[in-house]
């Protein structure tokens, strides 16, 4: 099993930065963490990932130069620095693993976010 346990989530004005982390505990190997959100009624949507083998990192256009996802492997712990923020990324994020057998696998994984384990969710709400 796998335990996702995010935090950090909350409520900031347009232009606000927020950092989202992921706590990440259990025996069964992941190589690929992510950041996933959903908005009621709208698929969940990949916002970005890390290939923790090398550290490659992969992002939405949507979101690329505003966000940066990162590791601190003595934490187990993947953050998401959300900079700039907008109202249309509110939404509840997720933190997501999923093993992988190279980087590219990882990487698509934001356009389709098929991951195996996911976290509970936290909030990020972005006002005008």
């Known amino acids: 099993q796998v335990q996702l346990v995010e935090s950090g989530g909350g409520s900031v004005q347009a232009g606000g930065s927020l950092r989202l982390s992921c706590a990440v505990s259990?025996?069964?190997?992941?190589?690929?963490l992510g950041w996933t959100r959903q908005v009621p009624g709208k698929e969940r949507e990949g916002v970005a990932v890390?290939?923790?083998?090398?550290?490659?990192?992969f992002y939405a256009d949507s979101v690329k130069g505003r966000f940066t996802i990162s590791q601190d492997n003595a934490k187990n712990t993947v953050y998401l620095q959300m900079d700039s923020l907008k109202p249309e990324d509110t939404a509840m994020y997720y933190c997501?693993?999923?093993?992988?057998?190279?980087?590219?696998?990882?990487?698509?994984?934001?356009?389709?976010?098929?991951?195996?384990?996911w976290g509970q969710g936290t909030q990020v709400t972005v006002s005008s």
């Open positions: 997501a693993a999923v093993a992988v057998s190279y980087a590219g696998n990882c990487a698509s994984r934001v356009l389709k976010p098929d991951f195996d384990y």
């Open positions: 259990g025996y069964r190997f992941r190589n690929c």
């Open positions: 890390i290939y923790t083998g090398g550290g490659s990192t």
